[in-house]
């Protein structure tokens, strides 16, 4: 790095990927990953051959055929447990724009900096809340009334689908 701007893209990046990056793929996988039917995380048989009776058994009855390629019970249980630990939050979780002490400086311009990022982080969480109840919005408030949350910026503990937590746990 040969200036400041360089610094402050590449802090920009690392920081975007240890935090918001990284709350988008990790705690939107259970709403969309934890029910097997929706991402089978193994298939037991290969996809028939023409010719076949597996493949005339496919043609005839394509569920039951899919039903029959699921992981056992225990596997899928086992995945759906993995999916859900990685999308949960735990209760003591700090979230991006915010500090578990208080005292972590006392020079007035990074805590003023911080403070004006706290704002940004408020009014895009905001925003977002505001464009879920926007009914002309139809990828948003579709017939399923399923809210985007993923970078909404803050959360409870448990599994909630959202909250960029201050840095990555695993």
Known sequence: MQTFEELIETCTIII?????????INFGQYPYGGYPPNRPALSSKFVPEKGTPEYDELLANPDKTYLKTFTSKFKAVLGIS?????????TDEVYLGQRDTENWTSDGEPLEAFAKFGKKLEDIEERIMRMNNDEKLRN???PVKMPYTLLVPTSKGGLTGRGIPNSVSI
Do not use: D, K
């Open 140 to 142: 948003r408030y579709g």
């Open 16 to 24: 975007w990927t240890a935090s918001a990056l990284h709350a988008a």
């Open 82 to 90: 993995l999916v859900e630990i990685l999308s949960r939050h735990s």
